[in-house]
């Protein structure tokens, strides 16, 4: 069926469209490429599947042709005529819903397990993806992320400990979940190109650790990082209890935050909520 479709370039231009800076849009027009994204999350025939900023549909339709239930959540009215043809192709596969990607509760409006799929609008991709990563109950509704992202963001996601690009994002990425870089894409596959490289990130959920909070976590890895250049003992010293928490643990508060890692991390966020526990049960 969607062998009638005509290339992207020509919906483009026959619907008027044009990427939207502010909308932080760049179209992927490569359907070869398009089709190796789609196959990354594994087998997804007949599974339910979230796209952010769907744009003209071409990721969509390589989701569609790999039999997923998609749900595309875009924002720009200007793109809706190109993914009604896209519904008319792949009948009662395709369920497209304007609005704000940010202003949805995306496992309410699947109501089952889903992976996400998606070539993130770059000014909203990391604020999306975090807000993914930190939902309290764990393991999520979502199954996989499947997420493009500018390359110099995708390298933070997966940063080990100890290097220059480590810091918070990573913190919240492998703490209780599995990240990997799965693909890079030249700029040049792109329109308009951005001025970046990109890459795409592919995380599962893993088993949480028990006894700390998310919220703990990162309120511990936001003072962290936010004065990375500064020892323990300086950023975290506005965390209530940070520090006599690394006295506990035996760690050195003269280190900085890049050097500590994810399960360091885990561990004084959880000591800080047994700390909090005890107070509160006094």
Partial sequence: MSKSLPPLREVIAA????????????????EQLLDRIAAIPGDLADRAVLEIGPGPGGLTRALLRAEARVTAIERDA??????????????????????DALAIDHAE????????VANLPYNIGTLLF?????????????????????Q??????????????????????????????????HRSAFTPPPK?????????????????????????????????????RQSLKGVDGALAALDELGMDSTRRAETLTVDEFVALARALDQRMSQVTSR
Avoid: Y
């Avoid at 409006?109 to 996400?116: K, N, R």
């Fill in 130 to 150: 975090t807000r993914w990563l930190a939902v309290p109950d764990w393991p999520p509704a979502w199954t996989s992320l499947t997420l493009m992202f500018q």
């Fill in 152 to 185: 110099e963001v995708a390298r933070r996601v997966v940063a080990a400990p100890g290097s220059s690009e480590f810091g918070r994002l990573a913190v919240l990425a492998q703490w209780r979940s599995r990240a990997k870089l799965a693909m890079k894409v």
């Fill in 196 to 232: 970046v490289m990109s890459a795409i990130v592919h995380v599962t959920p893993a088993e949480a650790p028990q006894g700390v909070r998310i919220a703990t976590l990162e309120r511990v890895t936001e003072a962290a990082f936010g004065q990375r250049r500064k020892m323990l």
């Fill in 78 to 99: 200007r793109c809706i005529p190109a993914l009604a043809d896209l519904q008319e192709a792949f009948p009662g596969k395709l369920r497209v819903v304007e609005n």
């Fill in 109 to 116: 409006l699947m109501g089952e397990p889903f992976a996400v």
């Fill in 15 to 30: 619907h008027g469209l044009s990427a939207s800076k502010a909308l932080g849009q760049n179209f992927l027009l490569d």
